[in-house]
Structure formats: C-alpha cells, structure tokens
C-alpha cells in the first residue's frame, strides 16, 4: 500500500498549489474573507498549541514541543488559505455555507469603506444603497452579492432542532455501522498505531492523556474538514460546474482523498477505507446542505466516540 501512501500524498500537494494559486490570483477579493479565515484558522493554532504543551507537560519532551509549535505556525497560513478559498467557492456556488460567516466576517464592507460615506452618496440608509455604492468601486462585487444567502440573522429554534437532530442521528449512524463492521471484521491496529499506544499506555497520567487525544483528534478533524469539505470540495465542485454531476462529483473525489489519507491505521488496511469512505460522502452532503460547522461538528464527535468504542474491537 506503500504507492498508495504516495499517491495520496502527492495529489494532496496538487490540490494544496491549486488552491493556493487560485486564492493568489484573487488577491483582490481576500478582504471580503480575511474575518473568518483569520479566526478560523487562529482557533486550530492555538489548539495546536494547547496540545504541544499538554505534551511538554506530560512527557517532559521538549523537541516534540518545538516541533509541534513550528508546526502550528507553519500551518496557519495554509489554513488561512483554506478557508479563504473554500468560503468564496461556497458564495459562488450558491452553496449554504457557514452559519456564522457574517458575524465573523465584514461582509459585505471591506475595512476602508465608510458606512456613513456609503448611505451620505446615495442617500439610501439600506442595504441596496450599500450595494451599490461597493459594485461601483468594484464591477464583481454585484454578481457575488446576487449570489450571497446567509441564513444566520433567521434561524429558527425548529431549524436548531433540525441541526442538533441531525448531528446525533449522524454520529449515531456512523458509530453503529464502526461498530458492526469492526466486530465483523476484528482488525488489528498496525505497527504505527501499536507504538503510539505503548507510549501512551507507557504514561502514568492516564486521565490527562485521554483528554489529550481528545483535544488533538478534535483538531485533527477541523483541520481535515477545512482542506477536504470546506475549501476542496467547492473548488473541484466549481471547476466542473457545467456538468449536472459536478456537486457528486467533487464529494466523491473529495471523500476518496480523504480515506487515502487514513492509509496505514489498520490490517486490512481496507476495513478502514471501508468504515470512512461512506462516512466522507456523508460528510459532502451535510456541508453542501447545512454549512462547514455542522460537518465539523459531527467530524469532532464522531473522532471522540471513537476512541472510547474502538479499543474493543480492535486488537492491539
């Protein structure tokens, strides 16, 4: 499985200078995203962060500290980048989004621009007159607006209710279906994994460690849910747009990276391919319908049930 491995991590690089040419070339619309991409991707580098410390608390491993605060830096920008791109896809694809783009952001107003200016020239104290006055300062802010929809200043305690049922009713699904196909298959957890557990059981603090892998799976999946939902997905999605498939197309592309990516976890290794694949188009969908927040959501509590339900099914 070893060209696997390779593939997967050289078509992850691909997709990375995609997208990180094609957030270069619109340089002139980061500002519309700078707010949310920045607290985003501020929000998974301190929990980088955190779990550095964590570690040099726990282990007493200073070059696992600076190696994962160099990693943390490092990241930032990519993700900084990812959300960016992926926020300005979902606008132009009409797509839902995220349920707290517009409070996070200075959409539609970029930092420079005065609102007293904007209602004073066209004499219109409305969201029309603001919209009129930015298309004329830039001709392509209209035809984004026209596709801009953000639910978040309507939504109802029964659209809440729908949001929580589903994440319940998604994590239950997919820790049911581990469950069943783990007991059918028994795996074993590879050499990799076996070596972080001995480390782990070889840890006196077992409390702190359990709250430890919380921590780092949660980013884990933000920081997965960011590349492959938030930014790749929209960007393969818009580059077939004129096909009626494209929105199918992008999270079944998308949903198969993303288990290439968890290569190397258990023997056989397809028992893990076949226990996330489903899960990643489950993952597509609800981000294309209800937002990246309620992906990530259940992605989070999905990795966290999952290192309580798993040890008894997987042999170590």
């Keep these: 499985m070893v060209p696997i491995a390779f593939i997967y991590a050289m078509a ?14 619109t340089r002139h619309l980061r500002w519309r995203f700078s707010g949310v991409a920045f607290r985003y991707s501020l929000a998974v580098t301190l929990m980088s962060f955190v779990s550095s410390l964590w570690l040099l608390w726990i282990m007493e491993d200073g070059p696992a500290f600076v190696g994962g605060c160099i990693h943390a830096l490092l990241q930032w920008p990519l993700l900084f980048i990812y959300v960016s791109v ?67 200043d309507s939504l109802s305690g029964k659209w809440w209710l729908k949001f929580d049922v589903l994440v319940v009713l998604s994590v239950a699904a ?44 949660s980013k884990l999946a933000i920081t997965e849910e960011f590349f492959f939902r938030l930014a790749l997905q ?15 197309l992008a999270i079944v592309l998308s949903s198969i990276f993303w288990s290439l990516g968890h290569i190397g976890v258990l023997v ?44 008894g099914f997987i042999s170590l």
């Excluded at 996070?104 to 200016?117: A, F, I, T, V």
């Excluded at 990530?296 to 966290?304: K, Y």
Aim: glycine share 4%.
């Design 12 to 25: 992850t690089v691909m997709f990375g200078l995609f997208i990180i040419n094609d957030y270069l070339k």
């Design 86 to 152: 992926g926020v300005r896809y979902a606008r132009k694809l009409q797509t839902p989004g995220s349920i707290f783009w517009k409070r996070l952001s200075k959409y539609p107003l970029s930092k420079d621009e005065d609102p007293g200016r904007v209602n004073h020239i066209h004499s219109l104290k409305t969201e029309t007159g603001k919209m009129l006055y930015t298309s004329s300062l830039h001709p392509e802010y209209l035809e984004i607006q026209s596709l801009y929809h953000e639910p978040s």
């Design 174 to 217: 997919a820790a049911i279906y581990t469950v069943v196909l783990f007991n059918l298959t028994r795996p074993e957890a590879s050499q990799m994994i076996k070596m972080i557990q001995s480390s782990n059981d070889a840890n006196t603090n077992a409390e702190l460690s359990s709250v430890l892998l919380i921590l780092i799976f």
């Design 234 to 248: 929209p960007f393969l999605e818009w580059q077939f747009r004129r096909k009626s498939y494209a929105p199918i």
């Design 268 to 311: 056989p290794e397809w028992v893990k391919l076949a226990q996330i694949f489903p899960f990643g188009v489950a993952l597509g969908l609800i981000n294309r319908r209800y937002g990246i927040e309620a992906a990530i959501l259940i992605h989070v509590v999905f990795n966290v049930t999952m290192i309580f339900i798993t040890p």
